[in-house]
Nanobody, 124 residues
Framework: QVQLVESGGGLVQAGGSLRLSCAAS????????MAWFRQAPGKEREFVAT????????SYVDSVKGRFTISRDNAKNTVYLQMNSLKPEDTAVYYC?????????????????WGQGTQVTVSS
């Protein structure tokens, strides 16, 4: 059984930093993508960042470029999202996802596995 377990969310002031972790168990994603999505209250879930496990190539939504960094640790089968210079508009539940497709790495429908989500709240 595949499990993705997120951790690292919390409350932080604007301008602060948080690092989210996503530990995968039950399978490896060596031929797939791992991604972070987020969902703010009253809004649809949106793509944040993705990393291709085999090459470490990354992609980000424009609103987080230069502030967020996605990375992975092979030995721990874990993906991270380092979030710096946080803004109140980054407040959301952040979800880790595994799978993806090179057709469109930002599309929710291509990700087969999801974590339970972790809350990130940025105060102004």
């Amino acid at each position: 059984q595949v499990q993705l377990v997120e951790s690292g969310g919390g409350l932080v002031q604007a301008g602060g930093s948080l690092r989210l972790s996503c530990a995968a168990s039950g399978r490896t994603f060596s031929r797939s993508y791992m991604a972070w999505f987020r969902q703010a209250p009253g809004k649809e879930r949106e793509f944040v960042a993705t990393i291709r496990w085999s090459t470490s190539s990354t992609s980000y939504v424009d609103s987080v470029k230069g502030r967020f960094t996605i990375s992975r640790d092979n030995a721990k089968n874990t993906v991270y999202l380092q979030m710096n210079s946080l803004k109140p508009e980054d407040t959301a539940v952040y979800y880790c996802a595994g799978g993806g497709s090179s057709v469109d790495i930002t599309q929710i429908k291509f990700y087969d596995y999801w974590g339970q989500g972790t809350q990130v709240t940025v105060s102004s």
